[in-house]
Nanobody, 125 residues
């Protein structure tokens, strides 16, 4: 699976951005997709994950983004999205999309096998 992330940029605090991640391959629905972020000197942090099982999806968000970020997927387009609202300066990071062949909802970065190239999100105060 190859992943191509896009949509990062500069936004003022309180603003919104939508990230997209396009995946190659024909079995996209078999993959759990995640969005991670990383700032220099810190570990990569999961900000959202979405699986697909039995014709429906489940999602996960940590407390730091719950209610502000929304992950969604379009299996027909092999794409996962991250809608980010009410952005804060502390959301500034490089955001990565990731995939793992699973119908569960893995939460740790080592559990993801495929990674996109990262897209920079900068939130100014």
């Amino acid at each position: 699976v190859q992943l191509q992330a896009s949509g990062g940029g500069l936004v003022q605090a309180g603003g919104s951005l939508r990230l997209s991640c396009a995946a190659s391959g024909r079995t996209f629905s078999s993959y759990c997709m995640g969005w991670f972020r990383q700032v220099p000197g810190k570990e990569r942090e999961l900000v959202a994950a979405i699986n697909w099982s039995g014709g429906r999806s489940r999602t996960y968000y940590p407390d730091s983004v719950e209610g502000r970020f929304t992950i969604s997927r379009d299996n027909a387009k092999n794409t996962v999205y991250l809608q980010m609202n009410s952005l804060k300066p502390e959301d500034t990071a490089v955001y990565y999309c990731a995939a793992t062949l699973a119908t569960t909802l893995p939460l740790g970065s080592p559990e993801y096998d495929y990674w996109g190239q990262g897209t920079l999100v900068t939130v100014s105060s």
